[in-house]
């Protein structure tokens, strides 16, 4: 037995920049394959529940899906033999059998990436292919749902969560371990921001392990490699999913009301995280 | 006079009606799996093998229990006892009838149910086999739209001990999206479960129950952005164990049958069928590269069978 860090974030907060440091520094800082991420995982993946569950998630309702959830993190945590490291985008929430969606028995612990709602506004934007002030709107809805079913089956099960303000809530209050790691800090000071990520999760790395590790991720090493081989996670259509990987650019995307409009929404979180 | 029902070349008997099979029309043998409601059994014996939806005997007996649809007992490979949560549509039982039942029927019958839809093409059958999402099901409407019967959708059976593939039935669930750009309206249609955006859409065009020989398995994968998109044979070495993690219901599988008897029947598979891989595009569905798909399979099928 074993069990699961979550590696969890509202989406567009730095998961797959802390994911790709990861996969290179089990590498010893090579250039990770952006494509084939194998040292973390992801928590909703249909395939995963398909497989352990054995059964078809396809053939489920999401209130079905939702229940069964905890369940495939315990198998996956009993049949571990070392940590799992699995991305989380649902926010803390109990499933509608009202138990922990993320179980604790499971749970080793979480790091919890934070990012300025109004630069994950702009950065989600982009990714959905939608307007900023669809995506104001997205982030103020309680009900938000990832991946819910349109016209297709999505490749990942459904995963709410919540609000901006919401999901930031839902996870700095579950009882568990956790480390709160802000975009921002991993910017501005990324080898002592990622190390102590690589130490919370008990890897044990030397302090050049980890800048090589740093450097192998750098925004513009991933985004040449998105360049030249394409990315696994961006949506169709969307032109790149490494964009711009900076702190404050809604300076200049944001128009005054649609900041005005997040820090109304938002303020009480975004003064507790030192945004305002 | 029974109203008996053919799946997988089987003769079955069900309580249930069953509109997705065709009714049996062949000789007078024996029923070989009888679908009855009620009366599941209660072993006094602890499962060997526990899952959240699914429970398993010592002697294979399979339980798949979902709340507020209902409870499967399969045993034997030949009887099915279904019961009912209070108020489900009968499309929902049917649902895990023909899907996680089926898988089960075919691992208590010695069979290889493979995660796939199989489609015949002059003569043989291609597998297509993938993930769930992974367009399995589209492919083939994509093949049945240039003229190629379904063999089935979903769980394809093969059977090791004739090397065949045994034809399932002539239905195929398809996504909304699919179906727009086929052109088809799915107004009236069963969902798979009530509300999803998957539809029963009947494909009874050229079905023959008749056991084929299998050509080719192309596995689905996801295409990369700036991946080429064409079909490569799977390396040899590595094209067995990519098959093992499309074994229907493979878990369960592993508890009912010997490890080596589902190795066994893959590699039977494999010594008429070759293995390719086809990444295959996410970008929405339009006729035209529904039909290009297609029809590079069909290019590629037919190549295959002209060796």
Known sequence: MSGIYWLASYPKSGNTWLRLFLESLAAGGAAPDINAVEVTGNAAVREAFDHVLDIESSDLTDDEIARARPR???????TATAPLLLKAHDAWHPTPADEPLFPLAATLGA???????RDVAVSLAHHMGQSIDQAIERMGDPRATMAMAGKRLPKQLPQHLSTWSGHVASWLGAPIERLLLRYEDMLADPVARFGEAARFLGLDAEPDQIAAA?????FERLRAAEETQGFIEAQPGVERFFRRGVAGG????LTPAQAARIEAEHGPTMRKLGYL | MHNDMLLCGWRVRSALPLPELLPWQGD????????AVGGIPQPEAQPVFVLPHSRLWADGAFLLALDGVGRFWVQGGQRVKVEPAAG????????FLLGSVLGVLCHQRGLLPIHASAVRIGGRAILIAGNSGAGKSTLAAALGARGHALAADDVAAFDPAQGLLLPAFPNRKLATDVLEALALDHRGLVANR?????????????????PLPALAVYLLSTRKARQSDDIERA???LAIARLDRMVYRRAIGLHIQPRQALFHALSRLMQTATVHLLPRDEAKPTPERLDRLAERVETHARGLAAR
């Open chain 2, 28 to 35: 007078d043998r024996p029923v070989n799996v009888e679908i």
């Open chain 2, 235 to 237: 390396d040899p070495a």
């Open chain 2, 194 to 210: 009530p509300g999803q955006p998957k539809f029963h859409v009947s494909a009874q065009a050229g079905f023959d129950p008749a």
């Open chain 1, 214 to 218: 740093v450097d192998a991720v750098r």
């Open chain 1, 250 to 253: 809604w300076r200049d995307s």
């Open chain 2, 88 to 95: 489900v549509d009968e499309s929902e039982l049917r649902a």
């Open chain 1, 111 to 117: 790091i919890y990436l934070v990012r300025d709602p």
């Open chain 1, 72 to 78: 495939l993190y315990e198998i996956e945590a009993c």
